[in-house]
């Protein structure tokens, strides 16, 4: 896993994956370290400075999430886009991010940051699903 997996641009990191994360990465520099011959003072400082990350990352409050709300839905036309904005409840919750999905891609898609285009007429729901607890989702209908 990568570190660019467990945050976003502007969000707070997943506390809980990141701490793992850390915790996977300290024990690796300390094994690997040692065995390939790197002296142990370059080995302390880095397992150190890890060590200083995880205890940062320890002391965020974890706040699950508790719902999402998606805003934006409206009419579109078909060949326009329409921007929709997903919610993340309560301010401060671990997961920012959400995938976005539409039920109907024939009639509507919907981007990663949730711009939505049209290419057929057709009501569709459009949902954000949070990536922190994935049994938290926003609807929004397009028309």
Same mark, same amino acid.
């Given at each position: ?66 719902? /999402?709300?998606?805003?934006? =839905?409206? @009419? %579109?036309?078909?060949? $326009? #886009?329409?921007?929709?904005?997903? +919610?993340? *409840? ?25 711009? /939505?285009?049209?290419?057929? =007429?057709? @009501? %569709?729901?459009?949902? $954000? #699903?949070?990536?922190?607890?994935? +049994?938290? *989702? ?6």
């Amino acid at each position: 896993m990568k570190l660019a997996d467990l945050t976003s641009p502007g969000t707070i990191p997943n506390s809980q994956k990141l701490r793992v994360e850390l915790l996977k990465a300290i024990n690796y520099v300390q094994l690997e370290g040692m065995k390939r011959g790197h002296g142990s003072t370059h080995v302390g400082t880095l397992s150190a400075s890890l060590a200083a990350a995880k205890a940062a990352v320890d002391a965020l409050a974890y706040v699950p999430v508790t719902g /999402v709300t998606v805003t934006g =839905a409206a @009419a %579109v036309a078909v060949g $326009a #886009t329409l921007q929709l904005t997903a +919610t993340i *409840a309560p301010a401060g919750a671990a997961g920012y991010r959400v995938v976005w999905s539409s039920d109907d891609p024939a009639k509507v898609t919907v981007s990663d940051t949730g711009l /939505v285009k049209r290419r057929a =007429a057709g @009501a %569709v729901t459009i949902t $954000a #699903t949070s990536v922190d607890d994935p +049994t938290k *989702a926003g609807t929004a209908s397009i028309t």
